[in-house]
């Protein structure tokens, strides 16, 4: 991936929505991240570009559906990723401060996080997507916008010994270094319409950032056996970790008793 700016440095992050998520089955498929700062920043613009979309889409649909995101933004990035031109867009935003045709340059204001659209507290969606501006283009923005130093991002795989990816199981992440502190996610869902795209290069399913560097061990558990990895994470890295687990089994249906 390029690498970006983060446009709300101050905001906390929604972890439980991740990328590729369902919010364990409360909300419809998550393509972006989800950010939300308390002092009310304003986001900035993640690289250099062109806002191309700075309007409301009551008209017109851009996500789900109609007034998905309320007002968004979306800039197009100078700089192409293999070939292919990158958009950033910037969801459920209000008191815009820029307008379609205008140049942007890295770090200027875009917008502040607000509640337009399909969005109960303040916050900023923002979205990477990469060949073509549209919803089933999209990327996780964790492993696009430059991590902060002193920590590291992990794209990881979580595999069938046949390559085919586990799909909405929990990960957790074990910091070895500490305290026992962890953080959890979920691996990518997938849909008939494949929304959700790992990065052609890593092919991760799930991904845990930005995270203090250090040792850590990442864990699981699926049909009743634990897996346990280590991954170091290296500050300012993208740190790969791999689990294949045993195969799928189909559940043995249990005799019932006869009335
Ligand atoms: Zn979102």
């Known amino acids: 991936p390029l690498s970006i700016a983060d446009p709300l440095p101050t905001a906390g992050r929604n972890t439980g929505y991740s990328y590729g998520s369902d919010g364990s089955g409360r909300y419809l498929l998550h393509n972006g991240l989800d950010m939300a700062d308390e002092a009310d920043n304003l986001a900035v613009a993640v690289a250099d570009g062109t806002v191309i979309v700075a309007r409301g889409d009551q008209e017109e649909m ?9 007002e968004l933004v979306v800039i197009r990035l100078d700089e192409s990723w293999a070939d292919q031109p990158v958009y950033a867009l910037y969801g459920h935003i209000k008191d815009v401060q820029v307008s379609e045709g205008q140049r942007v340059e890295r770090g200027e204001p875009v917008a502040r996080e607000g509640t337009a659209g399909v969005a109960v507290v303040p916050h900023l969606h ?4 990469v060949g073509s501006n549209t919803f089933g283009a999209t990327r996780n923005p964790l492993l696009w916008i430059e991590p902060w130093s002193g920590g590291g991002i992990i794209a990881g795989r979580l595999l069938d010994p046949d390559g085919r990816a586990w799909e909405g199981v929990t990960v957790t992440l074990i910091d070895r270094n500490g305290p026992a502190e962890f953080l959890n996610t979920w691996t990518y869902l997938d849909d008939p319409d494949h929304l ?15 995270v203090a560097a250090g040792n850590y061990d990442v864990y699981t558990s699926i049909q ?17 970790v791999e689990i294949v687990t045993e195969p799928f089994r189909t559940p043995t249906p249990q005799p019932t008793a006869t009335p």
């Open 62 to 70: 851009f996500g789900w559906r109609c007034d998905w995101y309320g």
């Open 126 to 129: 923002l979205e990477v997507r």
């Open 196 to 210: 959700i795209r790992p990065e052609p290069a890593l092919a991760e399913n799930f991904v845990f950032g930005p």
């Open 224 to 240: 009743g056996v634990e897996y346990r990895v280590p991954v170091e994470v290296v500050d300012g890295q993208i740190n790969t």
